[in-house]
């Protein structure tokens, strides 16, 4: 009999960077904590991710007490940030919300767009509690995200990546696989299931924080992304094309809004609830 298990957590203190792994992440309303309170914005204030810039998979953010995050890369100067001003903000554009965020210090910028070969801005997400709503289509009065690109939490489970693995070995670009699980940026992994199991959840119990599941995830070109080298390829798009198709999305994964707050911890057992 298969046991749910919560296998592993990532923060990506950064939105768009290098991801995290915690042993531990505290749960809050909008997200894990510490989880896309930073991002970065390009000369018309609109969010600079992976689909514009590959390179920033090769940079790093770590927590550091009080929020703030210290920034790294290969071969560069590490450069910590603090928690800016939040007085200073700018009314940013995120996908299809406008959000107002505190404009990190001038040393940040120049570190971001030297590596990048971009003129790029670091953004703070000071008050995560208001100012940016859930898709009412999907969460209820009140809820709220972080900068994720549209809901708090991200789930994926290891047998569904298998079974994906498999189809991708089957098709025209079967040298690109298999595929590692950093190409799909989850916040929590699942393993214990059986392949595509999560597609059937509707409210699952991790530890001790409930969460309800409540869309799967459509995918994008940042799944093409080798996160180590930042070099593109056809997978997966090309097989979930083929086989997780709901009409213009290609899914993997599910997005969660949590139901209450508290810890989650690998090993945690999770409870599908219905």
Known sequence: ??????????????????????DEAAVEPWGLGGDRRWMLIDHENRVVTQRQRPRMAQLSAELVPGGGVALSAPGSPSLRVEVPDP???????????????AVASEAAHAW???RLGAEVRLVHLDAPSYRRFVDPEFGRPGETVSLADGFPLLLTARASLDALNLLVAQGDDAGEGPLPMNRFRPNVVVD?????????????????????????????????????TAERGKEPLRTLARHRRNGKQLLFGQNLIPEGTGVIRTGDPVRVLD
């Open 87 to 101: 007085a200073r903000t700018v009314l940013t554009e995120l996908h299809r919300s406008k959000v107002e965020l």
């Open 192 to 228: 214990g299931i059986a392949p595509w199991a999560e597609d059937g959840w509707k409210r699952i119990v991790i530890g001790e924080v409930a969460f309800r599941v409540v869309k799967p995830c459509g995918r994008c070109v940042v799944t093409t992304t080798d996160q180590r």
């Open 1 to 22: 009999m298969l046991s749910p298990v919560l296998s592993a957590v990532h923060i990506y203190p950064v939105k768009s960077l290098a991801a995290r792994a915690a």
């Open 112 to 114: 971001f767009s030297a």
